[in-house]
């Protein structure tokens, strides 16, 4: 991706689809009555804003281009940030919110990794990069968290 406009687009995608999960797990573990992981991805939904509101005002001037579904180009056909087909509902436990959050934010984390990577644009590998080290925050959270509960 060599657009620095299309880059943004996709940016805005992701983090809101991140914002919109973070906040269905919360509700979920809200139900379940865990208020510690309900408390961490209301708090996960939070970043996830700002990673948002950030992506927004480095558009700032530019054109950022509204993009129907179909627009995008995301490596499985939807945002790496969606849930994956089972998604979030009221009787998933506390393993399985964390299991699913941190399989949405590693596809988060190698969407931005393949941009750098590849983009010939110097504006836009600086800051896929910048998103690759927040995701890689996130997913590290998320694998400790992960590893201190049992199976």
Known sequence: MNNIEKFLAHAIELERDAARRFEELAAAMGTDGNAELKEFFGRMAHYSRKHLAQAVE???????????PEDFE????????????AGVDAFMDARGALE???????????????????TQNPEVRVLA??????EAEHVELLEKLLAARPA
Do not use: C, I, N, Q
């Open 58 to 68: 480095r558009g700032g001037y530019r054109e950022v281009p509204t993009m129907k």
């Open 74 to 85: 995301w490596p499985d056909g939807t945002s790496p940030e969606t849930a994956a087909w």
């Open 100 to 118: 699913l959050a941190l399989e949405s934010e590693r596809r988060g984390h190698a969407w931005y990794a393949a941009v750098a990577a590849t």
């Open 129 to 134: 990069a910048e998103f690759v080290e927040e």
